[in-house]
């Protein structure tokens, strides 16, 4: 049985159907694997479906999150994230920045929740992310809505990644020792406003980036706003909603491994229009914090059509996991960054 792909040129953005990613023998089928590598090759950008979610889960989750974002600053702002050396917990409007201009967004970030380091060896402060989220008494179920939400995605984001290695002619769990035992994921709860509610961001929902680690799975709702530009393009593509599918990109991480066979795709949000919400759940599917990630052996074939790494001297791509990603905590949060790592901004 094929997978059912859809619109697989450069001017749009694949669907492809998770369920029938292997087949009955419990193999990886030759043909969603060849749809997988092309949309990760040449968009960089692809959206999946039947990913196992239960019935209503999308719904229920984004429908809290709207309660919680709908209680009063004062009461969101117990979980300020200025509090948390980890940059764990809430994003006030138009206090994150990105390309050097604050968002038009509020959010909720989590991780693993684990104890804190007691030491953090000078040369890797990265590993001081270790540690404990931040969740509102008011609206309880949130908390548990967004961890199990983080144990589908993990799931997800290992199956996905497995058959990018199968993709790449590499053995599927050859990434396997740069997640084990304490894979250091991320997920945000995000409520981007329009409007002009934070006048100094503009339309900027979120600026012009790419994600740091291996895999981004998002859960966005009816409102779109989500923009992409693969490379070598000079338009922007919209990422349009498909009730029930996830949004997937490839992060930083997979960009350095593969010599930009595989890219870290530029995007971007637009702010929604004055009297309109958006919400959205991005998961980033990261290695441990202490991973280092190096060129990986590919195929004569791949290898003769990797584009080579990013080249942007404002933000650099780094080999260390866990010092890309805190280079990119430290930009996009400045006041949470010069209380906790002042040595660092």
């Excluded at 039947?50 to 019935?55: A, E, K, L, Q, T």
């Excluded at 001081?128 to 908390?143: E, F, I, K, R």
């Excluded at 393009?233 to 349009?240: D, I, M, P, S, Y």
């Excluded at 997979?254 to 595989?262: D, P, S």
Aim: glycine share 10%; aromatic share 8%; proline share 8%.
């Amino acid at each position: 049985m094929q997978p059912r792909v859809m619109n697989t040129t450069l001017t749009s953005v694949p669907v492809l159907d998770m369920s029938l990613a292997r087949n009955a023998a419990g193999k990886f089928d030759d043909n969603f694997i060849s749809a997988l590598r092309d949309a990760a090759h040449n968009v960089g950008f692809f959206q999946i479906t039947g990913f196992g979610s239960r019935p209503g889960q999308t719904g229920e989750l984004l429908k809290t999150i709207s309660e919680f974002f709908a209680r009063p600053v004062t009461e969101k702002l117990e979980l300020d994230n200025r509090t948390s050396a980890q940059f764990r917990g809430y994003t006030r409007l138009g206090a994150e920045i990105t390309r050097g201009r604050v968002d038009s967004r509020e959010q909720i970030d989590f991780g693993p929740d684990r104890e804190p380091l007691n030491e953090i060896p000078q040369n890797a402060p990265y590993l001081n992310l270790q540690g404990h989220n931040q969740w509102p008494a008011t609206v309880p179920m949130l908390q548990t809505l967004a961890m199990d939400w983080a144990e589908l995605m993990q799931r997800v984001g290992a199956e996905l990644l497995a058959a990018l290695s199968i993709g790449l002619g590499l053995p599927e769990d050859y990434f396997a020792h740069a997640f084990s035992p304490d894979p250091a994921w991320m997920g945000k709860l995000v409520h981007y406003v329009g409007g002009g509610l934070v006048p100094e961001a503009g339309n900027q929902g979120v600026g012009t980036h790419a994600d740091y680690g291996f895999i981004t799975l998002l859960l966005q709702d009816s409102v779109g706003g989500l923009e992409v530009q693969p490379y070598g393009q000079q338009e922007w593509l919209a990422v349009e909603p498909i009730d029930g599918a996830l949004v997937v990109n490839l992060g930083e991480m997979l960009e350095v491994a593969t010599n930009g066979y595989l890219m870290a795709t530029i995007h971007r949000v637009t702010a929604p229009p004055a009297g309109v919400d958006r919400y959205s759940v991005p998961f980033f599917y990261s290695p441990r914090l202490d991973s280092v990630i190096d060129q990986v052996p590919l195929p004569k074939e791949l290898a003769d059509a990797a584009r080579g790494i990013s080249d942007d001297p404002e933000n650099p791509m780094l080999a260390s996991y866990g010092a890309n990603v805190l280079k990119g905590w430290l930009r996009a949060h400045p006041q949470t960054a010069k209380i906790h790592y002042p040595d660092l901004v």
